[in-house]
């Protein structure tokens, strides 16, 4: 069983709805992470948060908003998203950001329609 | 530009049939190499970091290995349960992102 849980495993929402993707880690790490995955395309870092702040937004639009509220716990805010934005958006924790390795939930299918 | 790049991109092998996946990276300043494994509908389950070249890992019927340039993923006398979707990553110093690969999609037919 991975340590990183995510939820719900499956979306499928239209453009004008607005729904929330969660994750919580039960590993005791500091850093936690958002990526996206789309077919046959390396996955894509989102956004980093390190001790609940955040370090790194790699220009995402506005209609994916993050939010961490402890180190234990990772939410991605979705509104008027795109049928492009539709793939495996996966959430991953780390001890910290220095050169540990990255633990990664099974990810939630998003479907935009 | 891509700073990882794996190769092949699928493998179809048979049971017992030992073959390499390769990883190639074109970053300076190396601070590690991650390998992962991720199978369908789930997310990539971690297998090995290498931090210098000549540094090997193993684990059960893998082996990783890395040179300056390149870090190759043996699988020896693979098992269909070994079927799965290989990732290799990169870190730089000074900087904590990863960048992946796209992965090698191997297949290990009974």
């Known amino acids: 069983e991975t340590g990183v849980t995510q939820t719900p495993r499956h979306l499928v929402m239209g453009m004008t709805n607005k729904k929330s993707l969660k994750c919580e880690q039960h590993?005791?790490?500091?850093?936690m992470y958002w990526y996206k995955q789309s077919a046959k395309k390396p996955l894509e870092l989102m956004f980093v948060y390190s001790l609940e702040e955040r370090v790194e937004n790699n220009s995402v639009p506005s209609r994916f908003s993050p939010e961490c509220p402890n180190s234990s716990h990772l939410f991605l805010h979705l509104h008027t998203l795109q049928p492009e934005d539709s793939a495996l958006y996966l959430c991953?924790?780390?001890?910290?950001?220095?050169?540990?390795?990255?633990?990664f939930g099974n990810g939630t299918r998003l479907t935009v329609t | 530009e891509d700073q990882v790049t794996q190769s092949p991109e699928a493998l179809r092998l048979q049971e017992g049939e030992s073959s390499s996946l390769n990883c190639s990276y074109t970053v300076s300043g190396l601070r590690g190499l991650f390998w992962y494994r991720q199978d369908p509908g789930k997310g990539p389950e971690f297998l090995f970091t290498?931090?210098?070249a000549g540094e090997e890992k193993e684990k059960e019927r893998l082996k990783a290995t890395l040179t300056k340039k390149e870090s190759f993923l043996h699988i020896t006398a693979p098992k269909p349960e070994d079927s799965a979707t290989y990732l290799c990553?990169?870190?730089?110093?000074?900087?904590?992102?990863?960048?992946f690969g796209a992965g090698t999609t191997v297949t290990v037919r009974a």
């Open positions: 991953a924790s780390s001890q910290d950001t220095g050169n540990s390795p990255l633990h």
């Open positions: 290498l931090y210098s």
């Open positions: 590993l005791g790490h500091n850093a």
């Open positions: 990553a990169v870190r730089i110093i000074n900087d904590y992102k990863l960048s």
